[in-house]
């Protein structure tokens, strides 16, 4: 006879992570921030033409469901019954803009991904309508107008795709950002489905006042976006509806949350001046204002952090993202086959322990915080005939970590008062060379949780932290402690601020390099189709050639 189904594990929150390589669902113990158990399935992303990145988001709404299903299956195999799990929390890629039909269900185009750069002319357009002597924009969103963020990607379907125009006249149109079209399709979908967002997800579209609260009819204007097609905007913790089908079926979903402010939750970085790193696609630094807007000097972003609750108030933090940190990885392995999985990266850099020189600005959508520069693309510089796979791997983890530099310089220039240790997490952090180039680099301490699921973590808290769910307490003295492990720097800061500076002579280079004359704007070239690595391995085809046509061993 089969073992009863346990209930000592206490009530459990369930957290869909939706990124943009993978979709995860994780089962944490409220009372003991355990993870239980979890599911993982990769996504594929499409690049219909350079500077394109899309993703099907029926791929990615089905993902979910397996991920539900298949963790699920774990909890029955290790006796959990499932109907403990009490809410579950979403966190998500933010920008990625979806646009579906509200009688249909149906996609009306693939996702427009946060990275995409299709849209730079249409920036440059929008750049010109704004007076110089008032940046309305970014005053009222505390963004720039750049590719970025979800406006010039809507701006942008609305102007070319023909079943969004018809959608839209005929009022079949929704828009979202990824959390959206989750929430909506868990909850009914075109059976009374929930069309909302989350302050943190709806805080990144260039349309919502981030000091109202609400959706700015003056930037809806500015965009000439339709008010209609937009989500209703509520905190990140409250029950927004109940998911109707699956092995959750009945189960709310009480937490939302972008997937760099879940993360700032889950590292219970709730005080005035607390900071997290995380290593994902790309990097993303926050650092927690309290509830002021701090405006950045020094090429930061202003959003907002989190809304634990309808009648809580709105925390805010300055940002800085880089959009290319275990994309590199991922263009490692599938462009250049330098490696087979993401994790031989690590044994190739620890094999040589250095880059001999060798220098990687991996600005393959252009650069992020500080510069906030679209001419930008990646180079690879330094190169010798000494230069093999292990010095480039290395190279691209150190990349990460100057870039990482950069953005925490213009914080504490912004906030005034140095970092003394940076908390971190994201799939990156399992590499401990990484993990101790970064504390090289910046030469303070690097502080990781054990339990590196941090994101997944936020998006349960806020879910078990709603009110009518209230199986998670975030009283400080109810927050359980994560363990840490930490990382001292081990070089010379003189050796740090050399390699530093001919990094940051390495990034001049790389700007400047898309102009109106360039095959990627558009000129017909055989070359626009070509990647990246195809110049750096044929460059490094003729330096080898040329060393034994030259009679060198």
């Keep these: 006879m089969a073992d009863p189904k346990t209930a000592a594990v206490g009530p459990l929150v369930g957290a869909v992570v939706q990124g943009t390589n993978s979709t995860r669902f994780l089962v944490f113990s409220s009372k003991t921030a355990e993870l239980l158990s979890h599911h993982k399935v990769e ?9 394109w990145v899309e993703q099907d988001p029926k791929e990615i709404l089905q993902s979910v469901y397996e991920c539900i299903a298949r963790t699920c299956e774990k909890l029955d195999e290790m006796n959990v019954d499932i109907s403990n799990i009490k809410a579950v929390g979403i966190s998500n890629q933010r920008e990625t803009t979806v646009i579906w039909d509200k009688l249909t269900g149906e996609p009306l185009y693939n996702a427009v991904v946060w990275l995409d750069l299709r849209t730079q002319t249409t920036v440059e357009e929008l750049s010109k309508k704004i007076p110089g002597n008032s940046n309305f924009v970014k005053s009222k969103t505390g963004l720039p107008l750049s590719t970025y963020f979800s406006a010039v990607k809507l701006r942008w379907m609305l102007d070319n795709v023909r079943h969004v125009q018809k959608a839209v006249e005929e009022g079949r149109a929704l828009f979202g950002t990824i959390d959206s079209w989750l929430i909506w399709s868990l909850t009914g979908g075109v059976n009374g489905g929930v069309h909302c967002t989350d302050v943190t997800n709806a805080s990144r579209t260039m349309l919502f006042n981030i000091h109202s609260l609400e959706w700015d009819k003056e930037l809806c204007d500015f965009f000439e976006i339709p008010m209609d097609l937009l989500p209703n905007v509520f905190s990140s913790s409250e029950i927004y509806g109940l998911i109707k089908t699956g092995a959750l079926e009945g189960v709310p979903i009480s937490g939302c949350l972008g997937d760099q402010c879940a993360a700032l939750v889950g590292q219970m970085c709730f005080q005035e001046g607390q900071a997290k790193n995380t290593y994902g696609t790309g990097c993303f630094l926050l650092c927690n204002t309290g509830r002021k807007c701090v405006f950045s000097e020094h090429g930061l972003l202003t959003t907002i ?45 620890k094999e040589v322990g250095t880059s001999y ?51 925490l310089e213009a914080m504490n220039r912004d906030c005034g008062i140095p970092l003394r240790h940076l908390q971190v997490d994201g799939g990156m952090t399992d590499n401990k060379v990484l993990m101790q180039l970064q504390a090289d680099i910046l030469h303070i301490p690097v502080i990781k949780p054990f339990m590196p699921e941090t994101t997944a973590l936020g998006a349960a808290m806020a879910a078990g932290a709603a009110e009518g769910v209230s199986v998670w307490s975030l009283e400080p003295q109810a927050l359980s402690v994560l363990r840490m492990e930490r990382f001292e720097p081990q070089i010379q800061a003189t050796e740090s601020e050399i390699r530093y500076a001919t990094w940051k002579k390495a990034v001049m280079k790389s700007m400047g390099w898309v102009t109106s004359q360039s095959p990627e704007s558009g000129d017909p070239s055989i070359f626009s189709s070509m990647p990246l690595g195809f110049f750096i391995v044929s460059s490094m085809v003729m330096l080898i050639g040329a060393r034994y046509i030259s009679g060198m061993p």
């Design 43 to 51: 996504l594929t992303q499409e690049f219909p033409k350079e500077g």
């Design 305 to 349: 952090a989190y809304k634990l609750g309808k009648e809580k108030p709105a925390y805010y933090a300055l940002e800085g993202s880089v959009a290319i940190a275990g994309a590199v990885i991922r263009w490692l392995r599938d462009n250049l086959g330098i490696i087979e999985t993401s994790g031989d990266i690590e044994k190739l850099a």
């Design 357 to 407: 020189g060798c220098y990687f600005v991996p600005a393959f959508s252009g650069l992020y915080a500080p510069y906030w520069e679209p001419s930008a693309r990646g180079i690879l510089c330094g190169l010798t005939q000494f230069t093999n796979k292990c010095h480039i791997a290395f190279a691209a983890l150190e990349a990460v970590c100057f870039q990482t530099r950069e953005i």
